[in-house]
C-alpha cells in the first residue's frame, strides 16, 4: 500500500469505485486503480504525499459530519453526494478533489480491455530501434553508468538539452568549441515511448505532470524531465515571435537587436533543422473536421492546420507522451545528435548542484548522480538551461543574478482553457494530430485557439464530471471533440525554493480572467455551430452548455479566477533579458548582469509574454546566443 495506511488506503478505494462506477461495458474503479496510483503518489514529494493523506482525512470528517460514519462505511449514494458537494464547494475542496480523482481517472481509464470496446488504438505502432552511430554510444554517458567520481574539462558546459539547451551546444559544437551537456533527466529512445499517457507521465515530466502554480486559482504546469526537455513531450506547433513582440522588446526593452529583421536568419536557420511545415490536411481527424466547420459557419476567415516540427507525422495522436517514430523533431532527436555528431558530450541522469565561481566568473559545474557520485565539468563558459521554474533556483541557491532583484519575477504562462463537445457523429478523436489545427481570429486579443485532443484516460480528467454521468461520456468517447486555447497573459508570477521543491506562484489578474471567459464563449459558439448538443465548460456552475441560451447565461456571469480549470504550457521570463541591469537580470548576449561567464539560455530568459507555443522563439535565441558566447570565447 505504499505510504498511505490501510484506513487511507480504503478510503481511496471508496472515492475510486464513487467517482468512477461501472457503466453499461466499463467497469468500476476499485483497488486496482488505487494500486497503480499510489505508485504515483509514492514518487511524490513528501509535502504533497502528506497533502493526499490530509485529503483522504478531510473527505473522512466531512462524511462523519454529514453521516455519522467514515467515508468507507457510508452508502454508495450518499459517498457520492459528498464528492458532489465538494465538485460544487469552494475553490479549494473543488482543487483538492480534483487532485485526488485526476489521477484515479487517468489510471482507471489507462485500460487495453476498454480502448478495444471503444475502438481506440491503445499500443501505437512504434519503429524499430535501428543502429545508432558510434558518436551516439560513445558521446552519451549515463550518470548512473559512471562507476566513481568524474572531472572533465571543455569549453562550454550547457545545463539542460531542452529547446535552450540543446540548441546552443550544437551551434557551439559546430562552431569548433569543447561542448558538455549535463542533463538531469534520462536519454531515452522512441522504443520506450508507449504512448501510454499514465507510464508516459511518470516516465518524462517532472514530478510526474505534478508540477502546478498556487494562487487564486490553481494551474497544473507540466514540465519534461528528460533529454530533450519539454521539447520531447510537447504539442510540437511551430510559431515564430509575433513582430509586435519583438518590436515591443526593441523600442520598450531597449533590445535593439531582437527586431524582426535582425531574427529572421534565426527563426530561418531553427525552421530548417526542424523541418517545420504546415500540418497535412487528411491528418486533423474528426477533432479538426468539426472546428473547420464551425469556423466556416461564423464566417471566421484566420483558421487552419497549424504549422509544426514533425514532416513525417502519421498522426498517431501522442505527441505529449513521446512521439514513437520520432517523426516530431525535438531535440532529443534533432538538436542534441548533432551536437554530438559535432563532438559534443552528454552526461544524463545529472543533476547540477553547484556553478563553480572563481574570481568573479563562472568556471564550471559540480553535478550529482542519482547513485551519488560526483561530476565535475570544468569550463570556460556555462550556459544554465534548466527551464523557466528551475533556472532560477539553480541560481538563486548561489545568490547568482540577484543584484536586480527580478531573478524568479516576472514570470508568464500563458494560461490555457479547453473544452469538451459531444456530437452526434463519430469524431474518433484519437485519429489525428492531437494539435493539429488553429484559429487565429482573435489572436490579436490576445487569445491563440489550438486543437488539444489527448487520450482517453487525459480527456477524462480534463472535466471535473465524476459518477455515471463520467462513465457516459467516457463510453461515448468516440463522439467527443476537445478543442483549447491560450491568452496571452497579462498577469505575472514567480518561482522560489521551499524545502527542495519549487514553489511557483500566479495570481491571474482580472483582465486575463476576462479574456479567457470570451476565448471560451467563441469556442463553444464554434461547437455549436459546427453541431454540438452539449459542451462541457471549465467553468464553475457553468459546467454544461446545452445551447444558446446557457452561453447568454455564461457571458452575464461575474466569473471570478477561482471559478476556472485552467493549465499552461509555457512558463517565460524569470531571468529576463534587458538592457538595463536594475530591471533584468540578464543582458541582451544572455550573460548575467552580475557574474562573468555566466548565461541564461532558456525560457527564462526570454523578455515577456510571446502569445504563441515558444518553442523556436526560445531556439532562436539560442541560435543568436550562441554567436554571441563564441565570440566572447574568442
Known sequence: MGNLSKGQHETLVAVAETALPAGQFIPAAGAH???????FIDRLPSPMQRGVSALLGGLDAASWMSERRSFVRAKPDKRLAILESWRHADPIRRLMLRALVSPLKMAHFDDPALYKQLGCVYDVERVKGEA????????????????????????????????????????????????????????????????????????LYRRGGSTFSVGNVGIPIPLGQTVGGTTTVNSGTCYRTPDRVLHHWQTELGLSELGPEQMGKYFERVEDVLGVEVAKKSLMGGNG?????????????RHGPLKRNAPACDGQGVCCF?????????????????????????????????????????????????????LTVRARAVVIACGTILTPLVLGAQGLGGRSGQLGKNLSIHPACGALAEFDERILPWKGIPQGYGIEELHEEGILYEGAMV?????????????????????????????????????????????????????????????????????????FAAGARAVHSPIAGHEVL?????????????????????SAYHPLGTARMGSDPASS?????????????????????????????????IMALATRAAEKIAAALG
Open 33 to 39: 486503480t488505487v494500486d497503480k496510483v499510489e505508485r
Open 289 to 301: 473536421r468539426v472546428i473547420e466547420r464551425g469556423c466556416n459557419a461564423l464566417g471566421f476567415k
Open 546 to 566: 446545452r445551447n444558446h441560451d446557457d452561453l447568454a447565461a455564461l457571458r452575464r456571469a461575474n466569473i471570478k479566477a477561482w471559478d476556472l480549470d485552467l
Open 585 to 617: 537580470v540578464v543582458g541582451s548576449d544572455h550573460e548575467l548582469h552580475d557574474t562573468r561567464g555566466l548565461y541564461v539560455v532558456d525560457g527564462a530568459s526570454v523578455p515577456s509574454a510571446l502569445g504563441v507555443n515558444p518553442q523556436v522563439t
Open 322 to 374: 513521446g512521439c514513437p517514430t520520432d517523426a516530431k523533431r525535438s531535440t532529443n532527436v534533432s538538436y542534441v545528435p548533432l551536437a554530438l555528431k559535432a563532438g559534443a558530450e552528454l552526461f544524463s541522469a545529472a543533476k547540477v548542484r553547484r556553478v563553480i565561481i572563481e574570481g568573479g566568473r563562472a568556471s564550471g559545474v559540480v553535478a550529482k548522480t542519482e547513485d551519488g557520485h560526483t
Open 455 to 527: 487520450p482517453l484516460e487525459m480527456t477524462m480528467s480534463m472535466t471535473q464530471m465524476i459518477g455515471p454521468e463520467l462513465i457516459r461520456l467516457a463510453e461515448g468517447f468516440d463522439h467527443v471533440s476537445s478543442f483549447g486555447f491560450l491568452v496571452e497573459d497579462s498577469s505575472r508570477g514567480s518561482v522560489r525554493e521551499v524545502m527542495g521543491q519549487p514553489v511557483i506562484q500566479y495570481w491571474l489578474q482580472d483582465k486575463d480572467v476576462a479574456h479567457i471567459k470570451r476565448g471560451l464563449d467563441v469556442l463553444a459558439q464554434v461547437f
Open 132 to 203: 545508432k552511430p558510434a558518436y551516439m554510444t560513445e558521446r552519451v554517458h549515463a550518470g548512473t553508468e559512471m562507476g566513481g567520481d568524474l572531472a572533465v574539462e571543455c569549453d562550454v558546459v550547457v545545463v539542460g538539452t531542452g529547446a535552450g539547451g540543446a540548441v546552443v551546444g550544437r551551434e557551439l559544437a559546430e562552431a569548433g568549441l569543447a561542448v558538455v551537456f549535463v542533463e538531469e533527466g534520462h536519454y531515452f529512445d522512441r522504443t520506450d515511448f508507449t504512448g501510454r499517457t499514465f507510464a508516459m507521465q511518470q516516465k
